[in-house]
Nanobody, 115 residues
Framework: QVQLRESGGGLVQAGGSLRLSCAHS????????IGWYRQAPGSQRELVAA???????NYADSVKGRFTISRENGQNTVYLQMNNLIPEDTAVYFCNAKNTWWDYWGQGTQVTVSS
């Protein structure tokens, strides 16, 4: 059974930092593109950052320069380092593992940034 488990969310003041982790079981992590998405109340889910099996990365314009995605295939974990957080970053953050044949989601972790 495939599981993606997010952790590291919480409440932080504006300007602070959080590090989200996405750990998996049941898949060969290195064969997937891993993405972090977020969904704020009343909004659609949006891509925040993604990292390919070849370590290529892309970021939403709103987080460029503040967020960094990285992966440790040996530990089956992908991280999202979030710095200089702003209230607009408040959302539930989801981990996604995707390739040509499969598309898996975690349950999400709440990030709340207070002003």
């Amino acid at each position: 059974q495939v599981q993606l488990r997010e952790s590291g969310g919480g409440l932080v003041q504006a300007g602070g930092s959080l590090r989200l982790s996405c750990a998996h079981s049941g898949i060969t992590f290195s064969r997937f593109t891993i993405g972090w998405y977020r969904q704020a109340p009343g909004s659609q889910r949006e891509l925040v950052a993604a990292i390919t099996a070849g370590l290529g990365t892309n970021y939403a314009d709103s987080v460029k320069g503040r967020f960094t995605i990285s992966r440790e295939n040996g530990q089956n974990t992908v991280y999202l380092q979030m710095n200089n957080l702003i209230p607009e970053d408040t959302a539930v953050y989801f981990c996604n593992a995707k390739n040509t044949w499969w598309d898996y989601w975690g349950q999400g972790t709440q990030v709340t940034v207070s002003s």
